[in-house]
Nanobody, 125 residues
Framework: QVQLVESGGGLVQAGGSLRLSCAGSGRTFSTYAMGWFRQAPGKEREFVAAISRSGVSTSYADSVKGRFTISRDSAKNAMYLQMNSLKPEDEAFYYC??????????????????WGQGTQVAVAS
């Protein structure tokens, strides 16, 4: 498994932007398809965005499409989530995840077998 560490969370005004980063350990980082999920208090963890192993294919939840952009830099063992036009309903803990099986982006929680500890995003209205 790969070790993942998120960073970049914080407090932002509604309409503002944040860029989350996910740092991965190990030389095999580029072999994993990756994803971002989020979990708000009292709610289940939900899919946000995913990216293929190559970085060519991406997938987004309808709620963030057009506002969030997922990307990766495998040379740096890193993945990013650029979040623009943030809304109060985006407030949650954000988790990055890696899947060792499969090449493409996945929306399914169960497809991912390595998870970071999460970074908190708060959006003030």
């Amino acid at each position: 498994q790969v070790q993942l560490v998120e960073s970049g969370g914080g407090l932002v005004q509604a309409g503002g932007s944040l860029r989350l980063s996910c740092a991965g350990s190990g030389r095999t980082f580029s072999t994993y398809a990756m994803g971002w999920f989020r979990q708000a208090p009292g709610k289940e963890r939900e899919f946000v965005a995913a990216i293929s192993r190559s970085g060519v294919s991406t997938s987004y939840a309808d709620s963030v499409k057009g506002r969030f952009t997922i990307s990766r830099d495998s040379a740096k063992n890193a993945m990013y989530l650029q979040m623009n036009s943030l809304k109060p309903e985006d407030e949650a803990f954000y988790y990055c995840a890696a899947r060792t099986n499969g090449l493409g982006p996945s929306r399914a929680l169960g497809d991912f077998d390595s998870w970071g500890q999460g970074t908190q995003v708060a959006v003030a209205s």
